[in-house]
């Protein structure tokens, strides 16, 4: 009984690191510097979190300007004493994590503003999967066995439109197709109104040809 029971214990506690594991590794890891949780009481040392920050400047460039990168550095420590001073309430509780940071985003402080990129990248960084098995369901049914020749380009714009796209009841066609009358070059679809053309019934034409 107890035999099965570790076994039990030690495949779940296998499943979690499989799962998690990339938050023990670069860059995820980096962002373990603005858990405030784990700070001493005091504060943490002026050059804690100074390597980390870099390293994470680097790996988010992309992202990131110039500028982002020479003046976060130097608000990190800014940023450090504005957590310490924030992370209590009045009444001397430890504030929870994500009540501070969403006020500081709110709040968005000058002196903090090109740190708070990596504070933005960090809240948005899910541990869940969900999202990309919503996408692979969308590209089954977007792409499917009767659209098989469908290009990636085409492809990744339905994609956009199925995932962030309004919805059906709150779509407006008219700024769409007016836009594209305007580019189209073909045939005189620039006289056209395309949401006050009539679909003829196809039926009533059949009769009517007979």
Same mark, same amino acid.
């Given at each position: 009984?107890?035999?099965? $029971?570790?076994? #039990?214990?030690?495949?779940? &506690?296998?499943?979690?690191? /499989?799962?998690? @594991?990339?938050?023990?590794?670069?860059?995820?890891?980096?962002?373990?510097?603005?858990?405030?949780?784990?700070?001493?009481?005091?504060g943490?040392?002026?050059?804690?979190?100074?390597?980390?920050?870099?390293?994470?400047?680097?790996?988010?460039?992309?992202?990131?300007?110039?500028?982002?990168?020479?003046?976060?550095?130097?608000?990190?420590?800014?940023?450090?004493?504005?957590?310490?001073q924030?992370?209590?309430?009045?009444?001397?509780?430890?504030?929870? $994590?994500?009540? #501070?940071?969403?006020?500081? &985003?709110?709040?968005?402080? /000058?002196?903090? @503003?090109?740190?708070?990129?990596?504070?933005?990248?960090?809240?948005?960084i899910?541990?869940?999967?969900?999202?990309c098995?919503?996408?692979?369901?969308?590209?089954?049914?977007?792409?499917?066995?009767?659209?098989?020749?469908?290009?990636?380009?085409?492809?990744?714009?339905?994609?956009?439109?199925?995932?962030?796209?309004?919805?059906?009841?709150?779509?407006?066609?008219?700024?769409?197709?007016?836009?594209?009358?305007?580019?189209?070059?073909?045939?005189?679809?620039?006289?056209?109104?395309v949401?006050?053309?009539?679909?003829?019934?196809?039926?009533?034409?059949?009769?009517?040809e007979?």
């Open positions: 009984m107890f035999v099965y $029971f570790d076994r #039990v214990i030690d495949s779940a &506690l296998f499943f979690l690191d /499989e799962r998690f @594991g990339a938050f023990n590794e670069a860059p995820l890891i980096y962002f373990k510097i603005f858990n405030f949780c784990t700070w001493p009481e005091q943490p040392p002026a050059e804690y979190g100074n390597s980390s920050v870099s390293k994470l400047l680097l790996h988010f460039q992309k992202v990131s300007d110039q500028d982002v990168k020479d003046s976060a550095l130097g608000e990190w420590h800014v940023l450090k004493q504005y957590l310490l924030r992370r209590k309430h009045c009444t001397g509780k430890l504030r929870s $994590f994500s009540d #501070v940071y969403v006020t500081l &985003l709110i709040e968005q402080p /000058e002196d903090v @503003g090109n740190i708070l990129v990596l504070v933005e990248i960090m809240v948005v899910s541990p869940s999967t969900a999202g098995e919503r996408s692979f369901h969308l590209v089954n049914l977007v792409k499917n066995k009767l659209r098989t020749r469908l290009g990636n380009d085409t492809l990744n714009i339905l994609l956009k439109i199925a995932e962030s796209g309004a919805s059906i009841d709150d779509f407006d066609p008219n700024p769409v197709s007016d836009l594209w009358l305007k580019l189209s070059n073909t045939g005189n679809k620039e006289d056209l109104r949401w006050n053309v009539q679909v003829p019934n196809i039926i009533s034409v059949q009769n009517n007979k």
